[in-house]
């Protein structure tokens, strides 16, 4: 080995990650509103906490050479209970203190009120923009021209994101992809817990985009915006729990990526709840 080579970078273990689960009784959680994991230096993942709102959703952030890019701004708009632009102003500050200042991009996993309701924290900061939560917003900033077939590259500066058009979920879903560490985020479209499916057939099909897209490039892991599996199979906690102890953990694979995808396309055109280890298939009326 040439010592000029670049070392592969340590990342933190996600499979075995502990997050910030919540309280029985809210009124002792003494967890921050937001817990911070440095993946790498470039990476960062946070979480909102269960006792502020019991979403309790991922929020991401990628730092390339000339912008970061923030994925969801969380469940929560006011900033002195859920200090979400304080949070990741500060994890800027101290990454442009030695890499250089780059323009903040707020973007959206998909249009639901627990993933941009921080948005108010960021319009109108200096340096950043937000970008809106339609279709043809999602479409003209990122310039997707054949929604929702086309996979676009979107540079951060030495740094190559993927943008895949996924509705089904909510109709300008987005699954992202990190050329860089490998990380497909796929927002509330898959993710250990309930796969809430508002468009049946737009749904099977962006699953089946998704896994064409993992044939052919390498996917490190796939993370999603919550947890709410348990760590027993086919188990979930309850819509609204706000203590989950013993929670599943967040990255799913491509191979359980693969079973959804089969298992839609056995049960055909016909919406069917259905429990499997990591997540529930959920049909919404």
């Not at 967890?31 to 959703?57: F, G, H």
């Not at 921080?118 to 200096?126: E, L, S, T």
Request: glycine residues 6%; contains cysteine; proline residues 5%.
């Amino acid at each position: 080995m040439s010592s000029c080579q670049p070392s592969i970078e340590d990342t933190v273990d996600l499979n075995v990650q502990n997050w910030i689960h919540g309280s029985q009784n809210c009124e002792n959680n003494i967890d921050p509103p937001i817990q911070v994991v440095k993946y790498n230096s470039n990476t960062y993942i946070l979480r909102q906490n269960k006792c502020i709102n019991y979403e309790a959703p991922f929020m991401f952030l990628f730092f390339g050479e000339n912008k970061a890019l923030l994925m969801d701004t969380g469940a929560t708009q006011e900033d002195d209970i859920f200090p979400l632009y304080e949070t990741v102003n500060k994890i800027i500050n101290d990454w442009s203190k030695k890499n250089g200042e780059v323009e903040l991009i707020v973007a959206h996993t998909h249009k639901h009120g627990d993933h941009y309701a921080g948005d108010g924290q960021f319009k109108g900061k200096p340096n950043t923009s937000v970008i809106g939560l339609e279709v043809n917003d999602v479409q003209d900033f990122f310039k997707i021209a054949n929604w929702p077939e086309e996979v676009v590259d979107y540079d951060l500066g030495n740094r190559m994101m993927k943008i895949i058009p996924i509705p089904g979920h909510q109709a300008s879903s987005i699954a992202v992809y990190d050329t860089s560490t490998k990380i497909l985020l796929t927002g509330d479209t898959f993710y250990p817990g309930r796969l809430y499916i508002n468009d049946w057939i737009a749904f099977k099909m962006s699953i089946e985009r998704l896994v064409k897209f993992t044939d052919i490039n390498e996917v490190s892991t796939i993370l999603g915006n919550h947890i709410e599996m348990t760590q027993t199979a086919g188990v979930d906690y309850p819509m609204g729990s706000i203590y989950q102890p013993k929670e599943h953990q967040l990255p799913l694979s491509v191979l359980t990526l693969k079973e959804l995808s089969s298992t839609l396309t056995k049960l055909g055109d016909t919406p069917t709840k259905q429990i499997h280890d990591s997540f529930i298939i959920y049909p919404v009326d």
